[in-house]
T-cell receptor
Framework: TQLLEQSPQFLSIQEGENLTVYCNSS?????LQWYRQEPGEGPVLLVT?????EVKKLKRLTFQFGDARKDSSLHITAAQPGDTGLYLC?????????????FGTGTRLQVTL | ETGVTQTPRHLVMGMTNKKSLKCEQH?????MYWYKQSAKKPLELMFV???????ENNSVPSRFSPECPNSSHLFLHLHTLQPEDSALYLC???????????????FGPGTRLTVT
């Protein structure tokens, strides 16, 4: 069974601060995705990283895939209240059929004014 | 705007009731999924349908019965549930295939189920 551990589990910061969320596993994944989920809604896909060492930027969010494709990080610069939510990483295995994702334990972020 | 819709958004049912959850995707995908999200637990995959065929049943109790009449619609039939089945049930879809982008799943807003 593949497990994805996220840290920290909870993070409460003030607007303007920077933060990093980590996603770690002992398994190698074909790709890794990050989602954000707001209360009462389903997860929304933010980014997919595929290549070991890959870095992707989405405005103030920077995503990195580890060289060995076992871990990933999400860095948010100058956090805003709109960044509040549950951040989930999900690792994909190359099964060749419908995608099978293993989801992380989640990081709940609260950004206050 | 989401391409995956779910109804109802909220459902309260007794342990002896029978109800169904509905999911519809408008993205032209060919794979659909049911997940369960409970407090303090990672998202749990329940069922996977690929081109209308069930390809995964993740040891889900028989009181949950999925149905996929076509690639756009997915149902989850519920009967004689237990209070511990109370959770957010999420539907997702993706484009199945060998391409890496096929691993991107798009979720509906979920059905908040409470079993009393």
């Amino acid at each position: 069974t593949q497990l994805l551990e996220q840290s920290p589990q909870f993070l409460s910061i003030q607007e303007g601060e920077n933060l990093t969320v980590y996603c770690n596993s002992s398994s190698v994944f074909s790709s890794l995705q990050w989602y954000r989920q707001e209360p009462g809604e389903g997860p929304v896909l933010l980014v997919t990283v595929v290549t070991g060492g890959e870095v992707k930027k989405l405005k103030r969010l920077t995503f990195q895939f580890g060289d060995a494709r076992k871990d990933s990080s999400l860095h948010i610069t100058a956090a805003q209240p709109g960044d509040t939510g549950l951040y989930l990483c999900a690792g994909a295995l190359n099964t060749g059929t419908a995608s099978k994702l293993t989801f992380g334990t989640g990081t709940r972020l609260q950004v206050t004014l | 705007e989401t391409g995956v819709t779910q109804t109802p958004r909220h459902l309260v049912m007794g342990m002896t009731n029978k109800k169904s959850l509905k999911c519809e995707q408008h993205l032209g995908h060919n794979a659909m999924y049911w997940y369960k999200q409970s407090a303090k637990k990672p998202l749990e995959l329940m069922f996977v349908y690929n081109f209308k065929e069930q390809t995964e049943n993740n040891s889900v109790p028989s009181r949950f019965s999925p149905e996929c009449p076509n690639s756009s619609h997915l149902f989850l039939h519920l009967h004689t549930l237990q209070p511990e089945d109370s959770a957010l049930y999420l539907c997702a879809s993706s484009q199945a295939g060998w391409l890496r982008r096929s691993y991107e799943q798009y979720f509906g807003p979920g059905t908040r189920l409470t079993v009393t």
